[in-house]
């Protein structure tokens, strides 16, 4: 009896505790009405530079202006827009014809993204390399030769072999892959290699086993390469409370997500589906929403508020980047900004939120409660992270980054809004209105730098210590930020040093970046090549 009577208190505390006022479930509401439109198939994904993106914003510029705040965009609208550049695409003059068959682009062949743009005809043979003609190259001999060697890099051995055939008479090469070692080659549209002097396309093994064989002594060739600038067009969204004040917060959470994970950012693995992104990111677009009507109605006016819904997240922080480099209010009066990415799947066992950036001020600690009645908060010192507030921090302006953690439905189509826990989105949304209400009262924050957080990941063991600049165009990795106390700040590096090279591997990108340092280990010495302006320096570097 005693039991009973114990267990009826606790259930009876437990649903007084959850006891909603009319003002939070007004709240509730609306981010069920907001999360369920932004993460609904009409949408699409709300992938960067795409109809339901479009859809996203707009949807966002008309909840901007029923808030009643002033459009901070382009010309007098809500909305900022930003071009991504992603490298080069094949054009549909491209083809390739083998006696009297016509080849499928990206599936009997594809142009290497370093080929020349060009074409070459004529008679040719898989033995015989007559100038002025197309040659044939079988790496089947160089891939199983280097297939235990770490260091052999085939894509630099293919442009090699194809200007060294140019110089011998070669119009165009082809190459193909007779033996059973799989290549892992493919059009890579992001590299930036430099050209080499001929067209050079890879005939697929499908297709040089029905169209090539060692008897082929006469083929007739016609080949054509040609590519163009692929680009697209993201659109942040920005509203503003202006209160007169010195200094202004911003509030901002990235709204784009990865439409049928056409970027292959996707964890899914099964067939193409709409990736809804209901946590990963309309939960934090619709906290940002709701703080705006909050503050826009609340007495707190010693600060002015910006809010930005970005947009560009998901392919590299573009949206966040490019409004730091092209702010609509002067950066300089900027107090701090809050990110808000993923944050409505608030575990009801463990009440937990990590909140990241408390290192970036030294305030946060006299303002920041690590348990309140509604939550249980983890603290990450670092400033740097894998969302919008990282470009805010690079700007020397102190940041919090609000996150209810990672889920099994990460990045796949299972991020649904029947999985949002409104609840525990609300009392974020309330530990966020309490720390307003205590910066109201203060002089603007002191910056403070933080070490970078301690990652690993099964494929490195090193890292220099750099934030990279996913949104440089130019040949290399571009050096955006660098992290006290690592390898790279003790070896000399500053903030828009180009990596061109690491060790001997040649940096042309962040993708080959990362696989030249996945070669190395603790304890390895080597250089590292950067442009710094118009001086080439060459580092040393013990990892």
Same mark, same amino acid.
């Given at each position: ?169 070669? =119009? ?5 892959? =007779? ?37 082929? /002594? ?26 007169? /004040? ?19 950012? =996707? ?21 940002? !929403? ?20 970005? =947009? ?18 002067? !950066? ?42 509604? !939550? ?139 696989? /030249? ?27």
């Amino acid at each position: 009896m005693k039991y009973a009577l114990l267990f009826l208190i606790l259930i009876s505390q437990t649903i007084a505790a959850q006891k909603l006022k009319k003002s939070e479930k007004v709240i509730i509401d609306n981010l069920k009405t907001e999360i369920s439109f932004l993460a609904s198939d009409k949408l699409e994904g709300r992938r960067t530079g795409t109809a339901g993106e479009k859809l996203a914003y707009e949807y966002l510029s008309s909840e901007f202006q029923k808030t009643g705040l002033i459009p901070k965009g382009d010309g007098n609208s809500f909305v900022q827009a930003f071009e991504i550049n992603e490298g080069k695409q094949i054009l549909p003059s491209t083809h390739l014809k083998i006696n009297d068959s016509t080849l499928q682009t990206g599936t009997d062949f594809f142009p290497f993204v370093f080929s020349a743009e060009g074409s070459a005809k004529g008679g040719a043979s898989l033995s015989f390399k007559e100038k002025g003609m197309p040659w044939f190259w079988d790496i089947k001999e160089i891939v199983e030769d280097n297939q235990a060697n770490p260091h052999f890099d085939l894509t630099e051995a293919i442009k090699n072999k194809a200007n060294e055939y140019a110089d011998k008479g070669a =119009s165009a090469l082809l190459v193909f892959n =007779s033996g059973t070692l799989d290549d892992e080659l493919k059009f890579d549209g992001k590299s930036k290699s430099a050209q080499v002097k001929i067209p050079v396309v890879y005939v697929t093994k499908n297709a040089s086993r029905k169209y090539l064989s060692d008897n082929s /002594a006469d083929l007739q060739i016609d080949l054509q390469t040609a590519f163009g600038d692929k680009k697209r067009t993201g659109h942040n969204v920005i509203g503003y409370i202006d209160n007169g /004040a010195a200094q202004t917060v911003i509030i901002g959470a990235h709204y784009d997500h990865l439409g049928y994970g056409e970027d292959h950012n =996707s964890l899914w693995t099964g067939k193409p589906e709409i990736h809804n992104g209901a946590d990963d990111n309309a939960s934090g677009t619709a906290a940002v !929403l709701e703080l705006a009507k909050i503050l826009k109605n609340s007495k707190l006016k010693n600060n002015n508020y910006l809010f930005i819904c970005f =947009s560009g997240e998901e392919l590299g922080l573009f949206g966040s980047k490019y409004f730091t480099e092209n702010p609509t209010i002067p !950066l300089q009066t900027v107090d701090y900004m809050i990110n808000c990415d993923m944050v409505g799947r608030l575990n009801d066992s463990t009440h937990t939120i990590s909140i990241a950036g408390y290192g970036t001020s030294p305030e946060w600690g006299k303002i920041l409660p690590q348990k309140t009645q509604w !939550l249980n908060v983890k603290f990450d010192s670092s400033g740097i992270g894998p969302s919008d507030h990282t470009s805010f921090y690079l700007k020397n302006i102190p940041v919090l980054f609000f996150f209810t953690g990672t889920n099994s439905d990460y990045h796949k189509p299972t991020d649904d809004v029947d999985k949002i826990n409104f609840v525990g989105e609300l009392r974020v949304i309330q530990y966020i209105e309490n720390i307003l209400k205590e910066t109201n009262k203060n002089e603007k924050l002191a910056f403070s730098k933080t070490r970078e957080p301690q990652m690993q990941t099964a494929n490195f063991t090193v890292s220099l210590g750099f934030m990279p600049d996913y949104t440089y165009s130019g040949t290399g990795v571009r050096a955006d930020g660098i992290i006290d106390g690592k390898i790279a700040q003790k070896i000399g590096m500053q903030p828009g040093d180009v990596i061109t090279k690491l060790g001997d591997f040649k940096v042309t990108d962040i993708n080959n970046y990362m696989t /030249a340092l996945s070669k190395f280990k603790k304890g390895d010495s080597t250089k590292v090549t950067v442009i710094r302006g118009k001086d080439k320096l060459n580092l040393d570097v013990v990892f």
